[in-house]
């Protein structure tokens, strides 16, 4: 069965500080990987996502992610945090042949502290 | 322009009630999605639209939950005699094609509470 796991329900950096928030998923197919973030008592809002081509891929908001086949892993990284950061993001795939629905990942609060 | 709206904003409704949700997609986008969230089971698909056809109803949890989508836009997800396990927000979102690698717009939501 194709999945997405993101590990770390709760993650807690410093402002400055790198952030670095995990997304792995399983499918025997191509997979499309996107990652969204939710502001508080707002919708799904996309930062960025990979179909095909260059494998790191540049999202709003200075954030960017790596596809790494090799691994299943699109793991979501941003240099620098900023306190307007603080958000859930979710990782999210549709599949090659599996219809173009989103499957989620469970999401992953973010919290930046001075 | 406009995005996904969602109507109302917030339900709140007694058990065994009948609710309807209402979602306006971007003007032009052929397909609609109906996605749940909820504490306990996170986001998940319920339904898909292209045009004002369903080809995919998998993620509805019973049959107590339809939906319809009428003129290639405006969406309406309708649950029968709700049940708590119901309450969770309901998210609507569009996109131009409903190619697998089409960025999907999401509305702000529907949060339902069944009392």
């Known amino acids: 069965a194709q999945s997405v796991t993101q590990l770390g329900s709760h993650v807690s950096v410093s402002e400055g500080a790198l952030v670095l928030l995990r997304c792995n998923y399983s499918?025997?197919?191509?997979?499309?990987l996107f990652w969204y973030v939710q502001y508080p008592n707002q919708g799904l809002q996309l930062l960025l996502k990979y179909t095909t081509g260059a494998t790191l891929v540049k999202g709003i908001n200075g954030f960017e992610a790596e596809f790494k086949k090799s691994e299943t892993s699109f793991h979501l990284t941003k240099p620098s945090a900023h306190m307007s950061d603080a958000a859930e993001y979710f990782c999210a795939v549709t599949f090659t042949g599996g219809g173009n629905k989103l499957t989620f990942g469970t999401g992953t609060q973010l919290k930046v502290e001075l | 322009g406009a995005g996904v709206s969602q109507s109302p904003s917030n339900k709140v409704t007694e058990k065994g009630k009948d609710v309807e949700l209402r979602c306006d997609p971007i003007s032009g986008h052929t397909a609609l999605y109906w996605y749940r969230q909820s504490l306990g089971q996170g986001l998940e698909f319920l339904i898909y639209f292209q045009g004002n056809s369903a080809p995919d109803k998998s993620g509805l949890p019973s049959d107590r939950f339809s939906a319809e989508r009428t003129g290639g836009s405006v969406s309406t997800l309708t649950i029968q005699r709700t049940q708590q396990e119901d309450s969770a927000v309901y998210l609507c979102?569009?996109?131009?094609?409903?190619?697998?690698?089409?960025?999907?717009?999401f509305g702000p939501g529907t949060r339902l509470t069944v009392l």
């Open positions: 979102a569009s996109s131009p094609s409903g190619d697998g690698w089409d960025e999907q717009f």
């Open positions: 499918s025997s197919v191509p997979p499309y």
